[in-house]
């Protein structure tokens, strides 16, 4: 995976990196791409904006379990193409 979503395991935290490179990687691979629903934009967004919200609630789960936890490298993680669709740009502190 492209870098880490950050942060090392630390006592009494429910999550560490491996988590959140897991979770990053299995919504990054799941994303749709434009092509996969040929006419049916509406559909793709619909997939599209549920993956996005799912990676948002993951950040701040994680984030809430572990102020260290990077959230904005974390979503970018999530996205099929950071430098296009940085998810990132989503987060509200």
């Not at 994303?31 to 599209?48: C, I, M, N, Q, T």
């Not at 904006?49 to 993680?77: G, H, M, S, T, Y």
Request: a negative charge.
């Amino acid at each position: 995976m492209e870098g880490n979503a950050t942060s090392t395991p630390s006592n009494g935290n429910k999550f560490h990196a491996l988590h959140y490179n897991f979770v990053a990687k299995r919504l990054r691979e799941n994303f749709p791409g434009v092509h996969d629903y040929g006419d049916s934009r509406a559909e793709y967004l619909s997939v599209s904006d549920a993956i996005v919200r799912i990676a948002l609630d993951f950040a701040k789960k994680f984030k809430e379990d572990n102020p260290r936890f990077d959230p904005l490298k974390f979503l970018d993680a999530c996205s099929p193409d950071a430098e296009q669709l940085p998810l990132s740009e989503l987060w509200e502190d």
